[in-house]
């Protein structure tokens, strides 16, 4: 039986987690429509060049970017309930100052890197130019900072507005290239025009909570610190920041990985096999959000007990949803496919059952990364992610170049195993040793 406590975290994490999912899957539906209007106004090869091209672009700012939203969720709870505004306002310009440095870092890489990519890829010979103008796209990347705002004043049905209005300005963009025969670069400029939207979306929504709230009373940019004096907040940034952008890192480099090998056209199947796969596994992912700042609740409380039961609840639910996943992609997984691409069915089962397995395990991770992080383990999460990068982007080049396809999808899945397994076993033996609270004061 659940306590009455763990009964009502579950209700919060579950209504939040229900903003998040229906703006996350209305951006899906749009993502996917988008993906099917791309590919016939581009045509599949031009479409995967785009693709890969906005996967370096990703790849630069998601290598450099600060998870500035976390040191805001984990130091501001307590200065904004208690009204320290000063503080507060300093631990703001703090995560401001992290997304403004990861964001111009990223950029800098970019153009350092993209010509070489770009004969490297191939989309060299598209355009008469390489893109460095579309490099610059990084700057409006990071939006952590208002992110944070909107979880921590539990806001959570505001966080999916601008991936929203990113999504509806593709389709409607894509849509008019369609009807209007527009070119490569237009689409570019598309892509660019969504980001920044985006980006004005987020910080927009967060200094408005903020301004409601009075917490930006005589907030000022200029003669003031930017840099909070929080104990221990820098060594946390890093290790949550790191452990981000290396997740982030290889889900791009696969992508540009399997189109060194194969060529855009099979980069563009691979990576929207894998957009099937993990969007039917995304509902019940989009719980970690949520579920986060529960657990470092329960760990202030030193709620042992609690968080093992709802550790556990959720995984028994993941492994029925699972289930249903697995069953829903075999069947319909293909014919979509094909809908999307215009690719025969031969040869696509099976890459979508390797990527099935692939979102599932990763769905099994749900409350296990983030609770590792709230009891300060997250140092073994990132020597988890190093050790699988290094062994498994080697793998995937291999077991592309002799398998094709094939080989891409069973290289991702056994990453993907890694992973999971370096985060089940310390939990497993913290759960079996019922030592939760060392190292945690």
Known sequence: MMSSQVKALFVRVFRNTGYI?????????LSLITTAVSARALGLQDYGVLLLINSFVLSCSA?????????LLQYGSSLYRNGDRHPFQMLLRHCMLLDGIGAVAGMGLALLLCEWFGNLLGWGNTSSATPFWYMTVILFMNAGGAMG????????????????????IRLVGSLAGLFWHWSFTSFLVIWYISTVASFFINYGMGAYLLLRSDSLQNFRIFGVSWVSPIKGIWRF?????????????????TVMIVGAV?????????????????????????????????????????????????????????????????????????WLLH???????????????????????????????????????????????????CV?????YFLTSGLGM?????????????????????????SRKQDFGRGNG
Not at 63 to 71: A, K, M, N
Not at 270 to 275: E, H, K, R
Not at 392 to 396: A, D, E, I, K, R
């Open 262 to 334: 194969l060529g855009p056209q099979s980069a563009a199947i691979y990576n929207v096999t894998w957009q099937i796969s993990d969007g039917l596994a995304r509902p019940a992912q989009m719980m970690t959000p949520a579920l986060y700042p529960e657990l470092v609740a329960l760990k202030d409380k030193r709620d042992w007990a609690s968080i093992r039961q709802v550790t556990h609840r959720i995984l028994q639910v993941l492994g029925v949803f699972s289930a249903a996943v697995l069953a829903i992609v075999f069947v319909l997984g293909p």
């Open 21 to 29: 999912l229906g703006g996350r899957g209305f951006c899906a539906v």
């Open 63 to 71: 290598g450099l970017r600060f998870q500035s939203w976390q040191p």
């Open 392 to 396: 498994t982007l080697p793998l995937l």
């Open 237 to 253: 940034i890093f290790s949550v920041s790191i452990n981000q952008a290396l997740a982030r890192l290889s889900s791009r480099l």
């Open 339 to 389: 809908v999307l691409l215009t690719v025969p069915w031969s040869g696509t089962r099976t890459l979508l059952l390797l990527m099935t397995l692939t979102a599932i395990l990763d769905l099994w991770d749900v409350p296990l990364e983030p609770l590792l992080v709230s009891l300060n383990r997250a140092h073994q999460i990132l020597l988890g992610r190093l050790f699988t990068m």
């Open 149 to 168: 705002v909107m979880r921590l004043l539990d806001r959570y049905e505001l966080s999916v507005l601008a991936d929203s209005g990113s999504g509806l």
């Open 406 to 430: 094939t080989g891409a999808g069973l290289a991702t899945l056994i990453g993907e195993l890694v992973i999971f397994l370096t985060r089940l076993v310390p939990y497993l033996l913290m």
